[in-house]
């Protein structure tokens, strides 16, 4: 739990209402991630345009020794509803030559391609330069765009999701595609060389990591359940299901064969489901986000004051762990012409506004199990009289509270104007500071004094033709972590020895 400070002053809170609505069981589903390896990728050479290198360890792009590369993965393990929310290419670069970035294209492949059996020093069999320069059979437009550093290491390149999920929705249409340096000019030898899916390290193959729609919850709400994810399925494949260790940490349980999730009613936070099969080099994890429950809706007070004219405010309720809140004006103020920004809480008014305004804040979130919404308003007074508005100050033993007792009043106020009527019973207030500075101070008559007290004081403007007052309330808390407040408090002593007449003369 978070430690929170107690403000040195405060001014009334008041929850005005609060409604509840049930939106749905579960926050909306969406993103699963699937890694998935190459099924076929191939470099081709300008320089040696009828070779196949196939079975090369190395996938090139590169100019003025102008070399592409070809990648293909097979999608079928997706469902064919899918809808695709992220697509990445991962790929391990090892060798680099020329400047420190080199901007490189992706384009979509039209035409069918057989990798080839061709090592990295021979072989004719398979997609060749020749074979790839035939008209159409890549797309020209360029589909992706990426910049690539001199630093070894992964790389991880955004395909459009658009033409992955052309590949779901038309199969056929997967081809894979092309990788090429936006420049290739014919001198001046610079490149990018990755490793392909014949590496020796497998960390170190490309991958395609897709994000899609698999229909299971992202976000659930805070409370014991039970929730059953499963990986797609894949003939002759089973899952061994597992949680990351946080989850498990936190007392949340998974069944490796099943998938079925079991979270602590106390959890929050991410937990990472991963899926692995018998068979295949690919991976399934689902990340489900466990959200707080939505906290209690509140402004800092139920009514404040302004006066006439034309200007702009922030007024913000607080809570704790929504989705998010959204704020609105009445009818009234906006007919009038005042204006609110549902995000930033700013509400303008107009020069000629007077009266009342409601404003209203949704805060949307997790209630129980399910998703709601808290209501809160706050009224906003706009006047033209002078006023001096209540204040509260809470504070500890010991302790002189500076009160800026003007900061909620309003109207054409002189802060030199400021004066004290009634002073406090149990301390002593005293003006300090000047102009806007102005402020009360208050210091009880004994450091050991804790309950409540009160003083009045007036506020009037320059000739004093309109004067209001105001009280403040001050709570004066008990500090019993303080040494010495402490040693004047009761205590009770637990004797290591019988109380009962009789054991005591024995002991």
Not at 30 to 59: H, K, M, W, Y
Not at 190 to 213: T, V
Not at 233 to 242: F, H, P
């Amino acid at each position: 739990m978070k430690k929170r400070s107690i403000p040195l002053y405060y001014y009334p809170v008041a929850i005005l209402f609060v409604a509840l609505f049930t939106l749905s069981a579960l926050p909306a589903t969406a993103q699963t991630v699937i890694e998935l390896p190459a099924t076929a990728d191939v470099n081709v050479a300008a320089s040696t345009p009828g070779r196949n290198f196939g079975t090369c360890d190395e996938l090139w792009v590169g100019a003025a020794f102008t070399r592409r590369t070809l990648i293909k993965f097979d999608l079928s393990l997706l469902p064919s509803t899918s809808t695709i929310n992220s697509a990445t290419l991962s790929l391990y670069q090892y060798g680099t030559a020329g400047a420190d970035t080199l901007e490189v294209n992706i384009h979509k492949i039209n035409n069918s391609w057989i990798e080839g059996t061709g090592t990295c020093s021979s072989g004719t069999s398979g997609i060749t330069w020749t074979g790839h320069t035939a008209s159409g059979f890549f797309e020209t437009s360029i589909s992706a765009n990426t910049k690539i550093s001199s630093t070894p290491g992964d790389k991880m390149i955004n395909i459009s999701t658009a033409l992955v999920q052309d590949w779901i929705n038309t199969p056929s249409n997967n081809n894979g595609i092309l990788l090429k340096l936006a420049s290739e000019p014919s001198s001046g030898h610079r490149s990018r060389r990755f490793r392909s899916k014949e590496a020796a390290n497998p960390a170190e193959r490309p991958k395609l990591i897709i994000g899609y729609n698999s229909g299971f919850p992202i976000s659930r709400c805070q409370g014991v359940d039970m929730i059953t994810f499963t990986a797609p399925a894949k003939a002759g494949v089973t899952y061994t299901y597992s949680m990351d260790l946080n989850g498990l940490w936190a007392g949340n349980t998974i069944n490796p064969a099943t998938g079925e999730i079991t979270f602590a009613a106390g959890w929050f936070g991410e937990t990472v489901i991963t899926a692995t099969p018998s068979t295949g080099d690919y991976k399934v994890t689902h990340t489900i986000t466990t959200k707080r429950q939505l906290g209690d809706l509140k402004f800092e007070n139920d009514t404040s004051y302004r006066c006439q004219g034309a200007g702009s405010a922030i007024y913000m309720a607080y809570v704790n762990f929504p989705d998010s809140v959204r704020y609105s004006l009445d009818e009234a103020s906006l007919d009038a012409g005042n204006t609110i920004d549902s995000v930033t809480r700013v509400v303008t008014f107009v020069e000629t506004w007077s009266g009342t305004s409601t404003i209203t804040a949704r805060a949307y979130g997790c209630i129980g199990d399910n998703l709601g919404t808290k209501i809160a308003t706050h009224k906003v007074i706009t006047q033209n009289n002078l006023m001096a508005i209540e204040d509260r100050v809470e504070m500890f033993q010991g302790e002189t509270a500076q009160i800026d007792v003007m900061k909620n009043d309003v109207c054409d106020f002189d802060p030199d104007k400021l004066s004290i009527l009634t002073p406090p019973q149990f301390g002593a207030a005293t003006l300090i500071g000047t102009g806007v500075n102005r402020k009360i101070q208050y210091k009880p008559n004994s450091p050991f004094f804790y309950g409540t007290d009160t003083l009045t004081y007036r506020i009037c403007n320059t000739d004093e033709t309109a004067c209001d007052t105001a009280t403040v309330y001050i709570n004066v808390k008990q500090d019993v972590t303080e040494v010495c407040i402490g040693a004047t408090l009761p205590k009770t002593f637990y004797l290591p020895f019988p109380e009962n007449a009789s054991q005591l003369r024995k002991a």
